[in-house]
């Protein structure tokens, strides 16, 4: 009975807190600048930063759902650029799950590449998550720096600049 009193609590504080975070999100002034801010932020944390084109990787389809959806709305994308890899364990359905990406992120099942399998281990636990993990890949190296650097420039307004030791 614990447990359920727990549970209902939690409930009642998470519906609390979503009905508040709705209320402060509806006030928001949402610009062109603020969605280049977010997208520069997503990527600083969640894109690779090797040489080379732009790969963003998450597990959470809400989060490369909203990524994708803010480049197209901030830049001039060829849509013919992108390409998908996808990260699957063993128990992960292949067709199901591409057709899932492919429909959230609205890009072709031919512009996936070659699923990479997970090697099942048996002493390492994880937790099971439906779609994997997504790589969503956009080949121009100059709009990736782009988004870097914005972000770069994003954070030194906020925090001033921050200097950092050379190796």
Not at 15 to 36: F, P, R, V, Y
Not at 43 to 67: I, R
Not at 86 to 106: A, D, E, G, V
């Amino acid at each position: 009975m614990g447990a359920q009193g727990n549970h209902k609590r939690r409930e009642k504080n998470i519906q609390k807190i979503t009905s508040e975070t709705k209320n402060e999100i509806a006030k928001l002034q949402i610009n062109q600048e603020i969605k280049k801010a977010v997208l520069s932020a997503l990527y600083w944390s969640e894109g690779s930063k090797v040489t080379g084109g732009m790969c963003f990787a998450n597990t959470d389809p809400k989060l490369v759902a909203l990524f994708i959806n803010l480049l197209r709305s901030c830049y001039k994308l060829e849509e013919s650029r992108f390409r998908v890899r996808l990260h699957l364990h063993y128990y992960h359905r292949t067709k199901k799950i591409k057709q899932f990406w492919s429909k959230l992120l609205n890009i072709p099942i031919t512009q996936f590449e070659k699923i990479y399998r997970k090697s099942r281990s048996k002493e390492k636990t994880f937790r099971k998550n439906f779609g994997g993990i997504c790589f969503l890949k956009y080949h121009s190296t100059y709009l990736k720096e782009k988004i870097v650097q914005y972000g770069y420039a994003f954070g030194e307004k906020i925090t001033g600049k921050v200097e950092v030791p050379v190796a």
